[in-house]
């Protein structure tokens, strides 16, 4: 997928500002990525999920988490409550998804984005 230096100049570019986005928002960077590698680079779905994991777990949560912390602004007890759940919904979504067209999978990434959306504007505004 990096055939070009623009088309790599193009993702670094994206992923940097993905980054800043994630860590600002607290919202995995998967929200904001996958799309973008799919409507701007022409990933499948499921390609553009799997990047995302790859990419956006390790660094960008872990280094976005030890700001937060040094800030006192994580709960350490509900963090740790949720990882179980994180860690087998993630498997399962996992498997989930493999059974999915990338047409299905796309319409129902879009409507979950929708519905957070959606509900993050009514909820500010209701405030």
């Given at each position: 997928m990096l055939e070009s230096p623009a088309r790599f100049g193009s993702i670094f570019g994206v992923a940097c500002v993905v980054g800043v986005m994630s860590g600002l928002f607290g919202v995995g960077g998967g929200v904001l990525l996958v799309p973008l590698l799919v409507l701007l680079f022409g990933f499948e779905q499921h390609r553009a999920q799997g990047t995302s994991l790859i990419a956006l777990?390790?660094?960008?949560?872990?280094?976005?988490?030890?700001?937060?912390?040094?800030?006192?602004?994580v709960d350490v007890q509900v963090g740790l409550l949720i990882i179980p759940?994180?860690?087998?919904?993630?498997?399962?979504?996992?498997?989930?998804?493999?059974?999915?067209?990338?047409?299905?999978?796309?319409?129902?990434?879009?409507?979950?984005?929708?519905?957070?959306?959606?509900?993050?504007?009514?909820?500010?505004?209701?405030?």
């Amino acid at each position: 997928m990096l055939e070009s230096p623009a088309r790599f100049g193009s993702i670094f570019g994206v992923a940097c500002v993905v980054g800043v986005m994630s860590g600002l928002f607290g919202v995995g960077g998967g929200v904001l990525l996958v799309p973008l590698l799919v409507l701007l680079f022409g990933f499948e779905q499921h390609r553009a999920q799997g990047t995302s994991l790859i990419a956006l777990v390790p660094p960008s949560g872990l280094l976005a988490f030890l700001v937060y912390y040094r800030a006192h602004e994580v709960d350490v007890q509900v963090g740790l409550l949720i990882i179980p759940g994180v860690f087998l919904g993630g498997l399962l979504g996992g498997k989930l998804a493999a059974r999915l067209s990338p047409q299905r999978m796309r319409i129902v990434f879009a409507a979950l984005l929708f519905v957070a959306g959606s509900w993050q504007v009514v909820s500010a505004w209701a405030k």
